[in-house]
């Protein structure tokens, strides 16, 4: 754990007690069989935005607290353990951050004071093909339109600025959109996980560029990538805590089955990786924080490694449940669901072992 | 391995194949079983016809013996079936619990008069049997089972709830195990087949990860199982479950996985689609190219001992304890390879429903957790690993398990 100042303890501190009352696994499940569009409970979410949560990283005078990704992502930790969906991550860090880091003083006046308070959600549109592949943009910035496909984008029902990686004048860059352009068609996806996601076609939506290069986008992406981890450590700590649990009190051949070595072994691993997991989501998240020069190649390992962790714990979770774990009655199958779709977010294990890799020059 | 039948052999597959071409019906070439679906509709006249066919000609089952209706067939000419089948497009219409672990145990198990009534049916297709093990309380450490079943003259009046029951929603009958007497662990289990059409039996479809129900719960609230329809002796129930499991291991495995396997386009076509190729002509993503070839090395490894074993057995067709190796190499790779399908499908292989996918998207996500299922049932993957420790590896046992 890392160390926390007194206002990060406290933030962890009243995510902690909100999750825990207010939206409990039992919440996910209700919003899940209640087949909602936006795939998140409108009225948490305002809830959490109350709380500030939407503009933790956004500077104070745009309607933010300015606490940093470090805050965000303890906060985002403790959503994780529950499985609460929310456009946290799609807005208040990756929306948010493209405009922090991209947006003109009138771009950021009009849009970041309305993300702080939940009332506009944005997300980025990177995608479009079924592989994370950032560098490979086909869509279009031309006159002040953009056209082109973009696939898997988080939160895309509820979006209503779109955040759009297109080919423009000097590379590739990013671009704001709004959702309900003439030129903007989503289709909503319903992905295993049942969280928010969309297709979309873009047919000259007018559009309005950010400052900066491909930097910028690798930037932005790296700051959703650390978010997206630290969801991921919450829900992979909540899946292997669950377990241990349930390792203490299942009976089987007279005793409890966590008694086994074969099974007291395999838990050990799987604390174990979760250990060298949180350093690195928290390293990546601190390293965003002081815009250290190795964030690039800490937050490739930090999504790299908690891939690994929360693949190799939500499989567990279900095989040390055994026949209760395959259930629909049951949170585990949650959990490897939402496993699948966040190690595919943004670049899987395998893209960012091959980032670390680049980056460390082999 | 290859099989050293010579002329006769090839006579008969001639024969075989004169036989599929002269009754399977060509509306069905291609089509899969229609039995190995969740939701059962009524079978059209073709399907009937199909399955009353080889039903009566025994071949559903071909090395059953012939006087309870089976096909009589030598392992090889069993074989010759089943590739003749595969050849022609066509199914094995006979099939289910009944064929894959029930029969062969009771052919080995059973009186004359218990093989009479209970196989032929199984040998048509005409019943369904689903099995009565798991309970709550008792799942790998399945001898700690508590359904009773009392002792009242000519039955036993049975009193208690199973779980994982697969398909009993569709079956007829159930071969369960019971307990007969309290003061025993292992050796208070009896072998009892149960009507599932009778007042006192309740079936609840449990719903899995995968959104299907192939499992059910089953409480049993005074049903009746006559005397005549005891397997084995009172009390005598645990080996002849123990054989059972046998056989539903080298079903799950496939015997030469050829069941677990034969689906699907194989994984280096489906990277290559989904993730593209380098300039070479390799999986683009290096890293990917490296997973997808230990699954094959795993698959092909498996299907190699697969057939080792059926060379080594020469024909003796019965399980060992070679299966609980069979069970767990051949589940882990294929979850491997289910895992593998959704990466490499990426975020088109998250879909759940609806569109922006395609079929083989979706159903790869349902495989994926479906099979994760796999592992667990049939004795999990842990539980074979014990037997493998105990039995062949004769290391002691911590589980005083039998």
Redesign the interface.
């Known amino acids: 754990m890392a160390v926390l100042t007194e206002e990060q303890s406290m933030l962890k501190d009243a995510a902690k007690s909100w999750v825990q009352e207010k939206s409990p696994v039992s919440a996910f499940r209700k919003m899940r069989d209640s087949g909602v569009e936006l795939g998140y409970d409108a009225g948490a979410w305002n809830e959490m935005a109350e709380m500030g949560w939407a503009g933790v990283i956004i500077p104070e005078e745009y309607g933010g607290s300015n606490f940093g990704y470090l805050s965000l992502g303890l906060i985002l930790e403790e959503l994780g353990r529950t499985l609460t969906a929310s456009p946290l991550l799609a807005s208040g860090l990756a929306g948010a951050s493209a405009l922090i880091l991209g947006g003109t003083d009138a771009q950021k006046s009009e849009w970041l004071p309305k993300i702080a308070e939940g009332s506009v959600v944005a997300t980025l549109a990177v995608d479009e093909g079924p592989h994370h592949n950032p560098e490979k943009v086909e869509t279009t910035f031309k006159d002040g339109k953009i056209s082109g496909k973009k696939t898997f984008v988080l939160e895309g029902m509820a979006a209503s600025l779109l955040v759009v990686s297109a080919k423009g004048p000097k590379g590739i860059g990013l671009y704001l959109v709004r959702a309900d352009d003439a030129g903007v068609k989503r289709q909503r996806l319903h992905l295993a996980d049942s969280r928010g996601a969309a297709n979309i076609e873009f047919s000259n939506a007018a559009a309005e560029p950010l400052e900066g290069g491909p930097e910028l986008l690798e930037k932005v992406l790296d700051r959703a990538r650390a978010g997206l981890a630290a969801e991921m450590l919450g829900a992979a700590t909540q899946a292997f805590e669950t377990t241990l649990d349930y390792l203490k009190t299942r009976v089987q051949f007279g005793q409890v089955i966590g008694s086994f070595q074969a099974l007291q072994h395999r838990a050990a691993k799987m604390f174990t990786d979760l250990e060298l997991s949180r350093s690195a989501v928290e390293a990546a998240l601190t390293a965003i924080d002081n815009d250290s020069p190795d964030t690039p190649e800490l937050v490739s390992l930090a999504k790299a490694k908690m891939g690994d962790t929360y693949h190799l714990v939500s499989n567990e979770m279900v095989q040390m449940h055994g026949g209760i774990g395959m259930t629909d009655a049951h949170d585990a199958g949650f959990y490897l669901k939402r496993a699948r779709a966040a190690e595919a977010a943004f670049g899987n294990q395998a893209y960012h072992r091959d980032r670390y890799a680049r980056i460390q020059g082999y | 391995m290859a099989d050293f039948g010579g002329n006769e052999l090839e006579t008969f597959r001639a024969e075989a194949r004169a036989w599929i071409e002269a009754n399977f019906p060509a509306s069905l070439k291609g089509k899969p079983n229609p039995m190995m679906r969740e939701e059962r509709a009524k079978p059209t006249a073709d399907q009937e016809a199909w399955r009353k066919a080889m039903g009566e000609k025994g071949w559903g089952t071909p090395t059953w013996p012939k006087e309870y209706g089976g096909g009589g067939l030598s392992a090889a000419e069993g074989r010759v079936v089943q590739q003749e089948l595969a050849r022609a497009g066509a199914y094995n219409p006979i099939g289910g619990m009944g064929v894959m672990m029930f029969g062969p145990t009771l052919l080995e198990y059973g009186t004359e008069e218990q093989k009479r009534e209970h196989i032929p049916p199984i040998v048509r297709g005409d019943l369904q049997w689903c099995q009565g093990y ?1 309970e709550p ?5 399945l001898a ?1 089972l508590q359904t009773r079943a009392e002792d009242k003259g000519d039955h036993f009046l049975i009193n208690g709830q199973k ?2 029951t697969s398909g009993a929603q569709f079956a007829d009958w159930c071969f369960c195990l019971v307990r007969t007497d309290t003061s025993k662990k292992h050796e208070g289990i009896s072998f009892v087949l149960i009507d599932m059409h009778q007042p006192g039996v309740e079936v609840r479809p ?4 995968a ?1 299907n129900s192939p ?1 059910c719960e089953t409480f049993f609230t005074n049903a009746v199982a006559l005397k005549k329809n005891l397997v084995g002796p009172l009390n005598g129930g645990w080996t002849i479950g123990k054989r059972l499991l046998q056989h539903e291991r080298q079903g799950i495995s496939g015997g030469g996985g050829a069941g677990m396997f034969g689906m699907g386009k194989p994984l280096e076509q489906l990277a290559k689609e ?2 593209g190729t380098d300039e070479k002509g390799r999986i683009a ?4 190219r490296t997973r997808v070839v230990q699954n094959a090395i795993e698959l092909r490894a498996f299907q190699l001992t697969a057939m080792r074993a059926m060379a080594e057995a020469k024909g003796n067709q019965n399980p060992s304890a070679a299966t609980s190796i069979m069970k767990n190499a051949g589940t882990r790779t294929l979850q491997d390879r289910a895992e593998l399908t ?2 490499i ?13 395609n079929a083989e998207e979706l159903a790869a ?1 349902r495989g994926w ?1 479906g099979g ?2 796999t ?3 049939g004795g ?3 539980i074979q ?1 014990n037997i493998i420790s105990k039995r062949i590896l004769g290391l002691p046992d ?4 039998k």
């Open positions: 798991s309380g008792a799942g790998s450490d700690s779980i994982w449990i719903k899995l990860i959104g499992f989904y993730v993503d290096a890293d990917l959704i990466e499908m990426g975020s088109q292989g998250l879909g759940w429903e609806g569109e922006g996918f996500v957790l994760k299922a592992t667990i049932y999990s993957q842990e690993s911590l589980t005083q398990s």
